[in-house]
């Protein structure tokens, strides 16, 4: 049975969130960061820094349960694209997974 009240997210309006908030924040986080993951909770722009992708969501939903969260790679998506793959393509780009 649905819930009439639930609305679903409009994940391509998220990603855009995601993407802009990465945007401000690749200046700050690069230098000491390249190569870690950014959790990123779209509706609030915060983020969590982890040497995995799993500690960084870890650590963002610590604080966050119930959000939906966009992580990428810190730094040039190009050099670490070889290791992505295909099998997590998911509409959001090759360079954000959504959790």
């Known amino acids: 049975m649905s819930n009439p009240q639930f609305t679903p997210p409009n994940m391509q309006e998220l990603s855009t969130k995601s993407r802009a908030r990465y945007q401000e924040i690749e200046a700050e986080i690069l230098p000491n960061n390249e190569g870690k993951y950014v959790a990123i909770v779209p509706e609030t722009g915060e983020y969590e820094i982890g040497e995995t992708r799993e500690e960084a969501v870890e650590k963002i939903r610590a604080k966050h349960k119930d ?5 990428r790679r810190i730094g040039t998506v190009e050099k670490y694209q070889q290791h992505l793959s295909p099998l997590f393509s998911n509409g959001v780009g090759a360079d954000a997974h959504i959790f």
Do not use: P, R, T
């Open 67 to 71: 959000k939906i969260v966009f992580v």
